[in-house]
């Protein structure tokens, strides 16, 4: 088997474009398409579907992508070898929900980085996840368990989140501490009902039963945006919220527990790459359970 093929197939499966794949191999979209060709040509297989938004793997694909992860680290053990260290390489794509990758992990992997400078890290921080099952991603933080496909998951952390107001506005922290949101006059900011991706994110009730957002965003990072610009008030992961200025806490005996849970293909659990950002993120965790979880 011809690993320089298999390489390129790695990439575009990884990457969904030719153009993506390309640019992360430093080649330009042709040379990939080739390489792609005459793999599927010596294996007598379609590995992908070429559709409008990119390459779909097919399933032949899809039981192809293991096999390639596993000569990939080979190959990078190889490589650590002959260069007489264990530097980790290759690319790693993390999927996370947008306020988990914004506040929490973005500003704390540069460490990470720094120690692994040969490694590419994709942070994919959006409403929505990426799929390991499909091998969309290497790794998921998500806001639930999920039931089914390949995976190996476990809880990562509990986190809390609460209710907040802000901090110009003392007259609605008055308000909210002694009369139902519902009969204060005040906004309330929240998620669109009928978008949410996550059920978890339906909590405005354990609230208030009934309580609705009159202001909406499917994005948190707005949500938060919008009740320390004066906009109303809204429930927030408190780790997002801690240290902004312009918000305050009010209703502090009210707290809506959640909790983040890992995600992974079981195929790339055993890469070095895979391992070491694991380690890493569980440190980082437990060093910040007060911020996840306040007391």
């Known amino acids: 088997m ?5 390489q390129y197939f790695l990439f575009v499966a990884r990457h969904g474009t030719l153009a993506r794949a390309g640019a992360a191999l430093h080649v330009d979209a042709t040379t990939v398409s080739r390489r792609v060709s005459a793999l599927e040509a010596a294996l007598g297989q379609t590995l992908f579907e070429r559709a409008p938004s990119g390459f779909v793997l097919t399933a032949a694909g899809r039981a192809l992508v293991p096999h390639a992860e596993a000569m990939a680290a080979a190959a990078a053990r190889i490589h650590s070898a002959r260069e007489g260290g264990s530097a ?30 040969e490694l590419e890290i994709d942070l994919v921080a959006s409403s ?34 609460g209710l907040y107001a802000p901090t110009d506005r003392p007259d609605w922290q008055e308000a909210v501490a002694s009369v139902p949101l519902s ?10 009902p009928d978008i949410l991706y996550a059920p978890e994110l339906d909590y405005l009730g354990e609230i208030e039963p009934g309580l609705r957002a009159t202001i909406r965003s499917s994005s948190i ?15 927030l992961p408190c780790f997002l919220a801690a240290g902004d200025p312009g918000l305050v806490r009010v209703r502090p005996e009210q707290t809506v527990a959640r909790a983040f849970w890992l995600a992974l293909h079981r195929d790339v ?27």
């Not at 790693?92 to 973005?106: K, M």
């Not at 990072?221 to 429930?235: E, N, S, T």
């Not at 659990?269 to 996840?292: G, T």
């Open 2 to 6: 011809d690993w320089d093929k298999l």
């Open 88 to 117: 980790l390489s290759g690319q790693l794509r993390v999927s996370v929900s947008e306020g988990f990758g914004y506040s929490f992990i973005a500003p704390r992997v540069e460490g990470f980085a720094a120690a692994h400078p």
């Open 128 to 161: 929505g996840f990426l799929n390991p099952s499909r091998r969309e991603a290497d790794m998921a933080v998500l806001l639930a368990r999920p039931r089914k496909g390949p995976l190996i998951t476990r809880k990562l952390s509990d986190y809390s989140l």
């Open 183 to 192: 009969r204060a006059g005040i906004p309330v900011i929240g998620y669109m």
């Open 221 to 235: 990072l707005a949500q938060r945006r919008m009740i320390a610009g004066g906009a109303g008030v809204g429930v």
């Open 269 to 295: 659990a055993p890469q070095p790459r895979i391992r070491a950002f694991i380690d890493w993120l569980d440190a980082e965790v437990r060093e910040s359970r007060e911020l996840l979880v306040p007391g």
